[in-house]
C-alpha cells in the first residue's frame, strides 16, 4: 500500500511570496489532515477534513492560509503571504473514518518550509 | 495549541539499557497515541491505549495510562541504536479524532 505522499519536499522564499503544498493521501482515506511543526515542537493540527468537507479549522490563520480538498482525494495547502514564523515542516496525514475512536494516522514525510 | 508536555525533553542512554519517557495531558481522553519521528521524517505510529485501559504491550514497548493523573508513560526495553528518535505522545478528545501532540522527548541511543 502506497503511503502519503507530498510535495516538494523543500521550500525556500522570500516573506511576503506565496507557497503551495500538496497532498496524496493513502487510497480510501476519508480523513486528511494538515499540521504545522515548528523545529523544536509538537505537530499542531491546522486544518482537518472528513472527504472534502472541513471539520475543524480553528487553528488555521484564515488571513493568510488555505486549503481545499477538491473531489475528497488530493489536497492543497497555500500559504499568501508568507513570514518569517511560517517556517516550519508542514506535514499531511490520512485517516480510514472511524466512529469507534480507534484509527491510525498515517504521515507523509512532510515539507520543510525556509521563509527568509 | 499543545495538549500536554513530556518529560525529559531529552534523554540520552547505551544501547540495551531501558528508556522511559512520560506523558502529561491536561483534558479527558478517548485515548492516547505515541508517534516516533526520525529527524527529518514524518511520524510513525507506535501504540494506541485507550481510556479504559491501563496497560499495553506492542513488542519492545510498554505503555501505561492513568487517567486519573492525566498521564502516561512509554518504556523502550533494550533499547537499540535504531530507537533513536523523536518520541510524541497525542491525545484524541474529540469525535473525529482531533490529535493534539505534546511537545516530545529526543532519544539518543549510544552504541
Known amino acids: 500500500e502506497a503511503g502519503v505522499a507530498q510535495s516538494p519536499r523543500y521550500k525556500i522564499i522570500e516573506k511576503r511570496q506565496s507557497v503551495a503544498f500538496w497532498c496524496n493521501p493513502i487510497?480510501?482515506?476519508?480523513?486528511l489532515y494538515w499540521y504545522q511543526q515548528i523545529l523544536g515542537q509538537g505537530p499542531k493540527l491546522l486544518i482537518q477534513?472528513?472527504?472534502?468537507?472541513?471539520?475543524?479549522d480553528s487553528q488555521l490563520p484564515k488571513d493568510r492560509f488555505s486549503a481545499e480538498r477538491l473531489k475528497g482525494v488530493d489536497s492543497t495547502l497555500k500559504i499568501q503571504p508568507a513570514k518569517l514564523e511560517d517556517s516550519a515542516v508542514y506535514l499531511c496525514?490520512?485517516?480510514?473514518?472511524?466512529?469507534?475512536?480507534?484509527?491510525?494516522?498515517?504521515f507523509g514525510p512532510g515539507t520543510r518550509l525556509l521563509v527568509l | 495549541s499543545q495538549q500536554g508536555e513530556e518529560d525529559p525533553q531529552a534523554l540520552s542512554i547505551q544501547e540495551g539499557e531501558n528508556a522511559t519517557m512520560n506523558c502529561s495531558y491536561k483534558?479527558?481522553?478517548?485515548?492516547l497515541q505515541w508517534y516516533r519521528q526520525n529527524s527529518g521524517r514524518g511520524l510513525v505510529h507506535l501504540i494506541l491505549?485507550?481510556?479504559?485501559?491501563r496497560e499495553k504491550h506492542s513488542g519492545r514497548l510498554r505503555v501505561t495510562l492513568d487517567t486519573s493523573k492525566k498521564s502516561s508513560s512509554l518504556l523502550i526495553t533494550a533499547s537499540r541504536a535504531a530507537d533513536t528518535a523523536s518520541y510524541f505522545c497525542?491525545?484524541?478528545?474529540?469525535?473525529?479524532?482531533?490529535?493534539?501532540f505534546g511537545t516530545g522527548t529526543r532519544l539518543l541511543v549510544s552504541p
Open positions: 491505549i485507550r481510556s479504559n485501559e
Open positions: 497525542a491525545t484524541d478528545a474529540g469525535g473525529f479524532q482531533k490529535l493534539v
Open positions: 487510497s480510501g482515506h476519508a480523513t
Open positions: 496525514a490520512s485517516r480510514t473514518y472511524r466512529t469507534s475512536g480507534r484509527g491510525t494516522q498515517y
Open positions: 483534558t479527558s481522553i478517548n485515548n
Open positions: 477534513f472528513q472527504n472534502n468537507g472541513v471539520v475543524d
